[in-house]
């Protein structure tokens, strides 16, 4: 199991299209995918369900991997972070 958190820097949160890109990208790895903050951790490749957290600036998301791929996968998403929210 891998596990990352970010803290949002885009002023918007994350919105529909960065959410959009995220769960594509999260979809094409075969592991689990979990997102959310403290209160309450979601299915990554769902997209209606990382828009339902509500994610604002400054909120510290939490992103777990577990199964093939993980490495990879987390190491995609933390870099689509870093360039989008």
Not at 24 to 44: H, Q, Y
Not at 47 to 55: K, R, S
């Amino acid at each position: 199991m891998k596990e990352f958190t970010y803290v949002i820097r885009d002023e918007l949160g994350i919105h529909a299209r960065p959410a959009g890109q995220l769960v594509k990208k999260l979809t094409e790895f075969p592991g689990e995918v979990r997102v959310g903050n403290a209160k309450k951790m979601v299915d990554g490749k769902r997209l209606f369900a990382v828009m339902g957290l509500g994610m604002k600036q400054g909120d510290e998301l939490t992103l777990s991997f577990d199964g093939a791929g993980e490495d990879e996968a987390a190491l995609v998403a933390e870099q689509f972070l870093r360039a989008n929210l």
